[in-house]
């Protein structure tokens, strides 16, 4: 089983429209959590980090499940330019110690 | 500021050639890591070096090494490039703290070994 499992998608949604993806990971002392965002054959930024208590900004929201041990994003109101490819990156205890899935694929058609 | 630079950002080698990527970053970050992208993977940490002078082995560091040159300059050498490092390459830094995890990612390298 990988450590860090994200659906590839790509989810296909008409702009406007909600969506939400999930990242579930197997390690449960994994310390903390993050959304990466990458655009296509371009290198990936940070989206948001992931609290205990769950965080929004703007039109999107992290939530954390320690019980289940998964993250997922929400975004809502999508646009044409959340189009890309979101990143689950699950933190073992330092920065050498990040690990990443392979992508969630999201496409917003108008 | 320019963030992260990288050069090349395209090479094309024959086996048994070597090369070096380079990396530089002007964010004064302490610490900077070498990553490979493949299709259906995950990041995956190659090398990384938390400061100057000090560099360590991440989970796939065979067939390469690299030399932290200063605090701003990290680089990556294939003495011996075989086809199964045809990759795209991500140079990044953080800092400067250790529990600065936010990264910061060069445009990358697209490497083919043929």
């Known amino acids: 089983r990988k450590e860090v499992e994200q659906d590839p998608g790509p989810f296909n949604v008409p702009e406007g429209a909600t969506v939400a993806f999930n990242c579930t990971y197997s390690?449960?002392?994994?310390?903390?959590f993050f959304w990466y965002r990458q655009d296509c054959r371009k290198e990936p930024k940070l989206l948001m980090s992931?609290?205990?208590?769950?965080n929004e900004d703007g039109r999107f929201t992290a939530q954390l499940n320690r019980a289940s041990q998964y993250i997922s994003l929400l975004i809502r109101d999508s646009k044409l330019s959340d189009s890309a490819t979101y990143l689950c990156?699950?933190?073992?205890?330092?920065?050498?110690?990040?690990?990443w899935g392979a992508g969630t694929k999201l496409i917003i058609k108008p | 500021n320019a963030g992260v630079t990288q050069t090349p950002k395209f090479q094309v080698l024959k086996t048994g050639q070597s090369m070096t990527l380079q990396c530089a970053q002007d964010?004064?970050?302490?610490?900077m890591y070498w990553y490979r992208q493949d299709p259906g993977m995950g990041l995956r940490l190659i090398y990384y070096?938390?400061?100057?002078?000090?560099?360590d082995k991440g989970e796939v560091p065979n067939g390469y090494n690299v030399s932290r040159l200063n605090k701003r300059e990290f680089s990556l050498r294939l003495e011996s490039a075989a086809p199964s490092q045809t990759s795209v390459y991500f140079c990044?830094?953080?800092?400067?703290?250790?529990?600065?995890?936010?990264?910061?990612f060069g445009p990358g390298t697209r490497l083919t070994v043929t």
């Open positions: 992931v609290y205990s208590s769950g």
């Open positions: 990044a830094s953080s800092g400067p703290g250790t529990t600065d995890y936010e990264q910061y």
């Open positions: 990156v699950v933190n073992m205890g330092s920065n050498y110690q990040l690990i």
């Open positions: 964010m004064n970050h302490n610490s």
């Open positions: 070096s938390a400061s100057e002078g000090t560099t």
């Open positions: 390690n449960s002392a994994s310390q903390s």
